[in-house]
């Protein structure tokens, strides 16, 4: 069969796409990486589809720079299934992002078709092709690709533009469609794909067990490991992984003989002396009002909050989530005044039903 898909791998073959792309009416784009044995994930490569074609563009051998300056500047929706690590890794190159965005991602939560759906059941659902996985642990940094892989990865903007149109026509006939621009504009904040250390103890499982002392040394142990992970360019877990740090937490130990009993000796030899010394700072440390437990009281109104934002959702056929995270739930439960979303925007004409006010 023939492919339907360019293989872009030349300065000449980039400068003939982005030449051919300035008068799409809209861009569909996806990304292929590693980030197996690092902390920023490696761009292999770029997919891209507009309506009359699609293109594989070679991130290993070319600068992808100009061509995502190219599509930026397109005032056009760029559409993506699940946006945030493609953007976290435009945000690497590019620095920017800008609206228009469409995450296909959202607008199926939007039309009530699931939470965080995956690219391959909206594809079932909506054009009843079901998408071969089994290539999904492919390493994309590998050369020469086969062609199996490159269909493969060509699979994941094809099918997406022809979604796309269908997306956008649902949205506009519930009255959604504000709601998913307003979604989607979020999404450009370049900020919120940069690391912040001091909130790093929220990818912690287990967090929500620790005793006040013991969260208070995990915020600061995992502010530590973000900081030296971004530093070393090196996986979180290679540096501590959370059952270590945890256990750091919760045995907070004081010297030296103490810790190596209680990590890897690689581990306790490299990072030992500045983890005792995080350690020791930490109980002068103030984690984030928002990392400590909630009290009784709170708890109820957690509960109640939580009650009244499921049977909203029911009744407007949306996840849970899209109305009002649990972070953003146990923030009202703490102070009626948080300023979350469902303050603002789209959510503000329901905000009454769950007792805030907008």
């Not at 997919?47 to 061509?67: H, S």
């Not at 900081?227 to 945890?246: C, E, G």
């Not at 469902?342 to 907008?358: I, M, P, T």
Request: charged share 25%; with cysteine; proline share 6%.
């Amino acid at each position: 069969m023939t492919a339907d898909w360019r293989f872009v791998d030349t300065p000449e073959l980039l400068s003939a796409l982005i030449a051919g792309i300035g008068a799409a009416p809209w861009v569909v784009l996806d990304t292929e990486f590693v980030r197996e044995r690092t902390y920023f994930a490696q761009l292999c490569l770029v997919q891209l589809a507009t309506p009359d074609q699609v293109a594989i563009v070679d991130a290993c051998a070319l600068d992808v720079r100009p061509l995502l300056a190219a599509v930026e500047a397109l005032p056009v929706d760029r559409v993506f299934h699940a946006a945030g690590q493609d953007l976290e890794l435009w945000v690497q190159l590019h620095d920017t992002i800008s609206p228009p965005l469409f995450d296909t991602q959202i607008a199926a939560a939007l039309l009530g078709y699931g939470d965080q759906l995956s690219y391959a059941a909206l594809v079932e659902r909506l054009l009843g092709i079901r998408l071969d996985k089994s290539l999904t642990r492919t390493d994309w940094s590998v050369r020469p690709l086969s062609a199996a892989a490159l269909d493969y990865a060509a699979d994941d903007v094809r099918y997406l533009a022809r979604i796309y149109p269908q997306l956008l026509d649902l949205l506009a006939q519930r009255g959604r469609l504000d709601w998913l621009r307003e979604e989607c504009s979020r999404l450009a904040d370049p900020t919120a794909y940069r690391p912040v250390a001091e909130l790093a103890w929220q990818r912690l499982r287990g967090f929500g067990r620790l005793r006040p002392d013991a969260a208070r040394a995990a915020c600061a142990l995992a502010a530590w490991r973000e900081r030296t992970a971004v530093n070393r360019n090196r996986p979180r877990r290679w540096i501590l992984d959370d059952p270590a740090l945890l256990t750091l937490a919760e045995r907070r130990p004081e010297e030296m003989a103490q810790l190596q009993g209680l990590l890897p000796p690689a581990t306790a030899q490299r990072h030992g002396a500045a983890l005792l010394a995080v350690l020791r700072e930490s109980r002068q440390w103030t984690p984030p009002a928002s990392s400590a437990p909630l009290d009784e009281q709170q708890k109820q109104r957690f509960e109640q909050l939580r009650l009244a934002c499921r049977h909203l959702a029911e009744r407007l056929e949306l996840p849970p989530s899209l109305l009002a995270t649990r972070s953003e739930l146990e923030a009202l439960a703490r102070d009626a005044a948080a300023p979350v979303r469902l303050r603002k925007g789209w959510r503000a004409q329901f905000a009454a039903e769950l007792g805030v006010s907008a």
